[in-house]
């Protein structure tokens, strides 16, 4: 017999779930730590080499301090260890390992530790913040950067109207060689600016992380998108006034890239799309090979590659000599060490890497070193791939809307492999931490909003509903 009753059986009502104040303290420190190695030439610039290194002493001392209590507390068995990029992290216990070798054994033991104290914060961001989390940190730096970078260029433009050098030294009496400098103060002159983090390229890299980054958010229709619209135009702007020809051939690469991951979404014979795909990247790069004369002058470099071919064949001699295990891990290269002091020099100054990622590991770990490096960046950029153009699928539902934040892993990959072929920053400072964040991030959570390394059902899926009973 039915019963009738007055007592609603909704769930009672409840205040709507907010982050906890720990949690917002995490992202916080997340952005703090993200910031300061994505702009690390500015905090050096800033406090000096020792005040650089106390600060990143600091950050690493604190990111342990929050990630270990983490893992604790979820149990350590049923931390995802599998997932881990064992690739990247056995190459970081190879160079680890190299002291053993190394023809500059204080130098490698020095950027170790920066290796290790990036690794970390990058587990730590990857273990703690969820996909949307990480893409706010990353779009929150990326702000700071271009900010700072306006507001140091209006400053010596308009304030002072003279050259900055590093930690606000007063300009000595003669000629200083232009690459001391921290900013040149080329805002309104129309050479090339260098922004807060101190180097043109640099801030064209970040002005392409920039852009990435705002366009993906904006793709997931986050709150205040004009905002975002008006931050990517300044990364435009500050983007062509640093003019680098390697972040113009990298947006290039970016373009198709995106082009490609679109277009596989959608059809179904992907095998006929990756022959499709394959021919065209041969003849790109066949009609680069032919016409590298005209395209460099356009791009303004000369034949030599601004000097790096000369870099190139002196990192190789050395290199040569021992092929297998390499001369011993240095990423940067300690430019006061007796073995690079002088060894290089570009403009008077010692160069700190060999403006080529694979050259590098050569010249520091040999082939074993590249051989993980290789296997570390495939596994990264196969998997950046799938998970961009995979459908999310957990059941059997096929018909899930793919998330744009699926396509920031394989655009990041493409730009750092790009930048590798001209420069070392894939394997040191923010280029080692995107490696090891997303790939660690990818295999642990492969589905966007779903699963417990997404850390709470309000993000994943909505308020859960009260079960009745």
């Known amino acids: 017999m039915a019963v009738y009753t007055k007592h609603p059986v909704a769930a009672l009502p409840a205040a709507p779930p907010r982050e906890t104040t720990a949690h917002l303290m995490v992202r916080a420190y997340s952005v703090l730590s993200l910031f300061c190695i994505f702009a ?102 990326l702000k700071l950067i271009l900010g700072l970078s306006l507001a140091i260029e209006l400053w010596v433009a308009l304030v002072i109207r003279h050259p900055l050098l590093p930690n606000f030294v007063d300009l000595p009496d003669g000629k200083v060689d232009p690459h001391l400098y921290w900013v040149r103060g080329n805002l309104f002159d129309g050479g090339r600016i260098q922004g807060v983090v101190g180097n043109a390229h640099t801030l064209a890299m970040m002005c392409l992380f920039a852009l990435i980054v705002f366009g993906v958010l904006y793709a997931t229709q986050v709150r205040r998108r004009t905002m975002l619209i008006v931050w990517a135009a300044l990364a435009v702007v500050l983007l062509v006034k640093a003019a680098s020809a390697t972040v113009y051939l990298s947006i290039a690469v970016v373009v198709a890239v995106l082009i490609a991951a679109l277009v596989a979404r959608v059809t179904r014979r992907r095998g006929l799309l990756y022959l499709g795909f394959g021919v065209v ?21 000369g034949s030599d590659l601004t000097g790096r071919i000369e870099i190139w064949q002196a990192v190789w001699d050395r290199a040569i000599t021992r092929p297998v295990l390499g001369n011993g891990f240095s990423s940067p290269w300690v430019p006061w060490d007796p073995a690079f002091d002088g060894w290089i ?125």
Not at 120 to 130: N, S
Not at 360 to 371: A, K, Y
Not at 397 to 416: G, H, M, Q
């Open 40 to 141: 690390h030439t500015a905090v050096y610039n800033l406090v000096g080499p020792v005040g650089s290194g106390i600060l990143l002493t600091i950050l690493t001392a604190g990111a342990l301090a929050i990630w270990v209590p983490a893992v604790v507390a979820q149990r350590p068995t049923r931390f995802p260890w599998r997932r881990l990029p064992w690739a990247a992290l056995g190459y970081a216990a190879l160079a680890l390992v190299s002291t053993l070798w190394s023809r500059w054994p204080t130098a490698t033991l020095l950027t170790w530790s920066l290796l290790a104290a990036i690794t970390v914060t990058a587990l730590l961001i990857a273990t703690m913040l969820t996909w949307q989390e990480i893409a706010r940190a990353l779009s929150t730096v």
């Open 281 to 301: 990247a041969a003849v790109g790069v066949t009609a680069a090979v032919l016409l590298r004369d005209s395209l460099l002058a356009l791009l303004g470099k």
């Open 345 to 469: 020099l570009n403009h008077g100054l010692s160069v700190f890497h060999a403006h080529d990622m694979w050259l590098d590991v050569f010249l520091q770990l040999g082939v074993v070193g590249v051989v993980l490096m290789a296997v570390a960046w495939l596994a990264l950029t196969w998997r950046a791939w799938f998970f961009a153009v995979d459908r999310p699928r957990w059941d059997l539902d096929a018909e899930r809307p793919y998330s744009p934040l699926s396509l920031l892993p394989v655009l990041l990959a493409a730009v750092l492999l790009v930048e590798g072929l001209a420069e070392s920053a894939p394997i040191m400072l923010w280029g080692w931490l995107l490696l090891i964040l997303l790939s660690f991030k990818m295999k642990a959570v492969p589905l966007i909003g779903v699963g417990v390394g997404e850390r709470t059902p309000v993000i994943s899926h909505g308020p859960q509903s009260r079960q009745v009973p």
